[in-house]
């Protein structure tokens, strides 16, 4: 059974860089045909989905993050990670990385859970 776990520094300046780590065990990264995504729950609104890394090594991203984001991935580690810079106020909340089987770009209306596999979450608060 899949596991992934979100790490990350808990709180980061405004205008720095924000790195978030998912460590998964239980299969690896570079399996097909899974898509690994990390979604972002802002406070009191609806899941955002920042970018996927496919099994394969390509990379989408949410063009509403206008090129703030990259993801890597450290395939000895079974890990990848979230970049984000420059961060501000906005980036705050609940980060999840989840194994789907699918880009799913549109997170409206959705819940952790509802779909894939999740980790369970790591706060980021963006404060100076």
């Known amino acids: 059974q899949v596991q992934l776990v979100e790490s990350g520094p808990g709180l980061v300046n405004p205008s720095q860089t924000l790195s978030l780590t998912c460590t998964v065990s239980g299969a690896l990264i570079t399996t097909e045909p899974y898509y690994w995504t990390w979604v972002h729950r802002p406070p009191s609104k609806d899941l955002e989905w920042m970018g996927s890394?496919?099994?394969?090594?390509?990379?989408y991203y949410n063009p509403a993050l206008n090129r703030r984001a990259s993801i890597s991935r450290d395939t000895t580690k079974n890990e990848f990670t979230l970049h984000l810079t420059p961060v501000t106020p906005e980036d705050a909340g609940t980060y999840f990385c989840v194994r789907d089987t699918t880009l799913r770009a549109q997170l409206a209306g959705l819940r952790p859970g509802d779909f894939g596999s999740w980790g369970q979450g790591t706060q980021v608060t963006v404060s100076s």
């Open positions: 890394l496919v099994y394969s090594g390509t990379t």
